[in-house]
């Protein structure tokens, strides 16, 4: 069964103050990982894929990298309005397996 | 281009009703995905259609259920409601061929659905 673990479940920062957040997966065979980020009340919005090991994506102040066991969210400087919860997900290889699994999420709060 | 769009964004029905929720891709996308989001469980699969046929389902019970219409817009059902189906439900576009491949999900904003 496929499992994703996120890591912290919540993460407080100060403004600029950099961090990492942390996906480990188990699946049978990666297809993809998935990061969204997801504001209160609203749908997860689509940030990054990532299909192999060594790959690594950028946008803004987030970088996103895989390894074959994990994925980490590093944050640059972060802002006030990066907070929010940021999801991990990984699809199987398998045909059929369409479905996203996700990890519970970590919280982040970026203070002024 | 328009995001995916879901009505109503907000439901308060009572135990043992039934109720339908709608989803509405982005265009062009022919894969539409169901979501069932908790603080206790977080998000969970529920099923995948494509071309108006269900290709993968979650396990979650015969009371939820869905289709497809040909304008790849898509519907859930759940009937007999629980207390526990309290949940924002979210519906998610991808865009596919048909074959094996995976793309990336694009969210709806969700419909809040409050059981009393």
């Known amino acids: 069964e496929d499992q994703v673990t996120q890591s912290p479940e919540a993460l407080r920062l100060q403004e600029g103050e950099s961090s990492s957040l942390n996906c480990s997966y188990t699946?049978?065979?990666?297809?993809?990982l998935f990061w969204y980020r997801q504001d209160p009340g609203k749908g997860p919005e689509f940030l990054f894929t990532l299909y192999s090991a060594g790959e690594e994506k950028e946008k803004e102040r987030l970088k996103a990298t895989l390894t074959k066991k994990e994925s980490f969210l590093h944050i640059t400087a972060p802002k006030p309005e990066d907070s929010a919860t940021y999801l991990c997900a990984v699809q199987a290889r398998y045909t059929g397996r369409r479905a996203l699994t996700f990890g519970s999420g970590t919280r982040l709060q970026v203070q002024p | 281009k328009a995001g995916v769009t879901q009505t109503p964004r907000y439901l308060i029905k009572t135990r043992g009703q039934q109720v339908t929720l709608s989803c509405s891709p982005i265009?062009?996308?022919?894969?539409v995905s169901w979501y069932q989001q908790t603080p206790g469980q977080g998000l969970q699969f529920l099923f995948e259609?494509?071309?108006?046929?269900?290709?993968n389902k979650g396990n979650f019970p015969g009371r939820f259920s869905g289709r497809q219409f040909s304008n790849s817009r898509s519907e859930m059902n759940v009937s007999t409601l629980e207390l526990g189906d309290s949940a924002l439900y979210l519906c998610a576009s991808s865009w596919s061929s048909g074959g094996a491949e995976f793309y990336e999900q694009y969210f709806g904003p969700g419909t809040r659905l409050t059981v009393t």
């Open positions: 259609y494509f071309s108006e046929t269900q290709r």
């Open positions: 265009s062009g996308h022919r894969s």
């Open positions: 699946v049978s065979g990666l297809r993809g």
